[in-house]
C-alpha cells in the first residue's frame, strides 16, 4: 500500500491567503492546544483579508512540534469532533516553529523584531516559573536563576519575554503586547507581576520600564484538546488522503475573552468571534472553578476508579451525582457576569464531558496537579470557608489528589503521577504510612500549594482526612459519592 503524501501545499485544500506577508506575533508553546485555539481564530482573520498576523510558533521544551510542522510549511489539520461526525479544516497561520532550547538567541531576535506587536503563552501553569501557593516568581527555581545569570540565553517563558523586551528597549522600539493564554488566576497581571521581577533582578531600569509601557491583558480560553494518537493521523490519512503529523483534534465549542488592553498593534478579533471586553476576572473564575475545577475532580476520582476517559467517567452516576454536587458548591462563590446562566452552562458542559469522541484521557487532565489545585479548586474552598460553608465535594477531590500521588488506583493498578513536584508528593503520601491524618498533614505542610488559610483550617483538616481515609479504604472510589 502506498503510503500517503505529507501535508503540504500541494496536497490540501487551503484558504486562499498569502502566508509571505508580515508575521506580526509570536507565540511561546506550541502545543496542541494553541494550534486548535488560538490559531484558528488569527486563521479565521487571515483568511477574512485581515493581514500582519502570521504566526512564529516557539517550542521552550523540545523539537517535536518543530520536526512535525516544518516539513510540513507550517501547515496541519484541525479536527472538529462531537456526536454529530468530523469537520476538518488545514490551517495555515503558523509560519514556522523555533525550537527554543537549541538556539535561544535566534527565538529572542524573533521576539524583537519590529513586526512582532504581540506575543501570546500556551506554557501551562509550570511553564510561568511561579510559587503556585503565592502566585509570586519563584526566585529559587534553577531555571530562573540560570535566567538571572544568563539573561541573553534564557530558558524560562519569563526569562524570554525580558531578553526580547530588553533589546526592543536598546534599539528604540515599542514593546509588544503579552497576553497569556494559560489557566491562571488574572493569567495577565501574573505574568507582568514575573516578568517585571525578573527584569528588576538584572535591570531596574529595565523593570521599570517594563511596568510602565508594556501591556499584558488578561484572558480566559476554553476548548477541550484531547492528546493526538497515532490512530487519528492514520484515520485522517485514510478519510483526507494525505498524512498530518502535526493534526489537533477539538471539541466543536470554543471559547476566548480578552481584556481590551494593548501596547501595540490590536488584532481586530472581535470579528472571528472572540469577546473583547473591560473584564475577564468573571469569565476565568466560572472557567476554572467549574470546568477545570470538575476535571481535576474527575481525573482523579475517575482515575483512581479505573475510568480511562472524560465520556466514561461523567456516564458513571455516582460521579456525575459528585459533579453536581461540586458545582453547587462552587456556584455561590461565582460573580456572575450578564448573560452567565449557570443551569445553561452546567448542562453544556455535561454535555461537552460525555462527547464521546474526544477520548480525552484522564491521565492527560490529572498532570501537573499541584499546579492547578489551588485556581481550580483549593481557592474556592478558601472562599466557601471564609463564608462558613461546607464543602464536601471540593474535599473529596482535594483527598483523591492526594491518593492519586500514590500512583495506584483502586485497582491495584500502577501509574506514573506527571508533575514537576512528583517527589516530594509521593513521599509526603508513602511517609504517611497509610494513616489519613498523617498523610492530609504531610501535604498541608506545602506551602507552594496549600495556602495558610487552607492549612490552619481544622475543619479542613479534619474534612479531608475523612474523605481520604475512605478513599484509601474503598475498593471501588466511585462509591464514595451517593448516585443522584
Given at each position: 500500500?502506498?503510503r500517503?503524501?505529507r501535508?503540504?501545499p500541494d496536497?490540501a485544500?487551503?484558504p486562499?491567503?498569502?502566508?509571505n506577508?508580515?508575521?506580526g506575533?509570536?507565540?511561546l ?8 485555539h488560538q ?7 487571515l483568511s477574512q483579508?485581515e493581514t ?5 510558533g516557539?517550542?521552550l521544551?523540545s ?5 512535525q510542522?516544518?516539513?510540513q510549511?507550517?501547515l ?5 469532533q462531537?456526536?454529530?461526525?468530523e469537520?476538518?479544516?488545514v490551517?495555515?497561520s503558523?509560519r ?7 538556539d535561544p538567541?535566534?527565538?529572542?531576535a524573533?521576539?524583537a ?7 501570546t503563552?500556551t506554557?501551562?501553569e509550570k511553564?510561568?516559573?511561579?510559587d503556585?501557593?503565592?502566585?509570586a516568581?519563584?526566585?529559587?527555581s534553577a531555571?530562573?536563576?540560570?535566567d ?10 519569563p ?8 533589546r526592543?528597549r536598546?534599539e528604540?522600539?515599542a ?5 497569556s493564554c ?7 497581571r501574573r ?5 517585571v ?15 510602565e509601557t ?10 477541550i484538546v484531547p492528546a493526538?494518537?497515532?490512530a487519528?493521523i492514520?484515520?485522517l490519512a485514510?478519510?483526507?488522503g494525505y ?12 471559547q476566548?475573552?480578552v481584556e481590551?488592553?494593548?501596547c501595540?498593534?490590536?488584532p ?5 468571534g472572540?469577546?473583547m471586553t473591560?473584564?475577564v ?5 466560572i472557567k476554572?472553578r467549574l470546568l ?5 475532580a474527575l481525573a482523579y ?7 480511562t ?6 456516564a458513571?452516576p455516582h460521579?456525575r451525582?459528585?459533579?453536581?454536587a461540586?458545582w ?6 461565582l460573580?456572575r457576569p ?7 452552562y ?8 460525555a462527547?464521546?469522541?474526544l477520548a480525552?484521557r484522564l ?7 499541584s ?9 474556592t474552598l ?14 473529596l477531590?482535594i ?10 488506583d483502586a485497582?491495584?493498578?500502577r ?8 517527589d516530594r508528593t509521593r ?11 498523617r498523610?492530609?498533614a504531610?501535604f498541608l505542610?506545602?506551602?507552594t500549594?496549600?495556602?495558610?488559610r487552607?492549612t ?5 483538616r479534619?474534612?479531608?482526612s ?5 478513599l ?13
Amino acid at each position: 500500500m502506498t503510503r500517503p503524501p505529507r501535508l503540504g501545499p500541494d496536497v490540501a485544500a487551503i484558504p486562499d491567503y498569502d502566508r509571505n506577508q508580515p508575521t506580526g506575533i509570536v507565540h511561546l508553546g506550541v502545543g496542541a492546544f494553541h494550534r486548535a485555539h488560538q490559531a484558528v481564530y488569527f486563521d479565521r482573520l487571515l483568511s477574512q483579508g485581515e493581514t500582519g498576523w502570521m504566526i512564529r510558533g516557539a517550542s521552550l521544551r523540545s523539537a517535536g512540534v518543530a520536526d512535525q510542522l516544518n516539513p510540513q510549511s507550517g501547515l496541519y489539520t484541525c479536527v472538529e469532533q462531537d456526536r454529530g461526525g468530523e469537520v476538518s479544516r488545514v490551517i495555515r497561520s503558523v509560519r514556522d516553529v523555533l525550537v527554543g532550547p537549541a538556539d535561544p538567541r535566534r527565538l529572542v531576535a524573533a521576539m524583537a523584531h519590529p513586526d512582532i506587536a504581540l506575543v501570546t503563552l500556551t506554557i501551562t501553569e509550570k511553564g510561568y516559573e511561579l510559587d503556585p501557593g503565592t502566585g509570586a516568581l519563584n526566585l529559587d527555581s534553577a531555571a530562573i536563576r540560570h535566567d538571572v545569570e544568563h539573561p541573553d540565553s534564557p530558558q524560562t517563558g519569563p526569562g524570554y519575554l525580558v531578553a526580547a523586551l530588553a533589546r526592543r528597549r536598546a534599539e528604540g522600539l515599542a514593546p509588544f503586547t503579552i497576553l497569556s493564554c494559560d489557566n491562571l488566576p488574572e493569567n495577565g497581571r501574573r505574568t507582568r507581576a514575573a516578568v517585571v521581577e525578573l527584569a528588576r533582578q538584572t535591570d531596574p531600569g529595565l523593570a521599570d520600564w517594563i511596568a510602565e509601557t508594556t501591556a499584558f491583558p488578561c484572558s480566559m480560553v476554553d476548548r477541550i484538546v484531547p492528546a493526538t494518537t497515532e490512530a487519528d493521523i492514520e484515520a485522517l490519512a485514510v478519510r483526507e488522503g494525505y498524512r498530518d503529523a502535526g493534526m489537533v483534534k477539538a471539541e466543536a465549542f470554543s471559547q476566548w475573552v480578552v481584556e481590551d488592553r494593548f501596547c501595540n498593534r490590536r488584532p481586530p478579533l472581535e470579528r472571528v468571534g472572540v469577546e473583547m471586553t473591560l473584564d475577564v476576572a468573571p469569565w476565568e473564575k466560572i472557567k476554572l472553578r467549574l470546568l477545570n475545577g470538575a476535571h481535576s475532580a474527575l481525573a482523579y476520582l475517575g482515575g483512581l476508579a479505573g475510568y480511562t476517559h472524560v465520556h466514561e467517567a461523567i456516564a458513571d452516576p455516582h460521579l456525575r451525582a459528585f459533579v453536581e454536587a461540586l458545582w453547587d458548591e462552587v456556584e455561590p462563590t461565582l460573580d456572575r457576569p450578564d448573560g452567565f446562566e449557570a443551569a445553561v452552562y452546567r448542562q453544556a458542559l455535561l454535555d461537552r464531558f460525555a462527547n464521546p469522541a474526544l477520548a480525552h484521557r484522564l491521565h492527560q487532565i490529572a498532570m501537573d496537579g499541584s499546579q492547578k489545585l489551588p485556581q481550580r479548586l483549593l481557592a474556592t474552598l478558601a472562599d466557601r470557608r471564609a463564608g462558613g460553608r461546607n464543602s464536601p465535594a471540593l474535599k473529596l477531590a482535594i483527598a483523591a489528589w492526594m491518593r492519586w500521588q500514590g500512583g495506584e488506583d483502586a485497582r491495584g493498578n500502577r501509574f506514573t503521577v506527571d508533575d514537576p513536584m512528583a517527589d516530594r508528593t509521593r513521599t509526603a503520601f508513602i511517609a504517611g504510612g497509610g494513616d489519613p491524618d498523617r498523610i492530609v498533614a504531610n501535604f498541608l505542610a506545602m506551602g507552594t500549594v496549600f495556602a495558610p488559610r487552607i492549612t490552619v483550617d481544622q475543619e479542613v483538616r479534619a474534612g479531608l482526612s475523612a474523605a481520604l481515609g475512605g478513599l484509601l479504604r474503598s475498593g471501588d472510589t466511585t462509591l464514595m459519592w451517593p448516585a443522584g
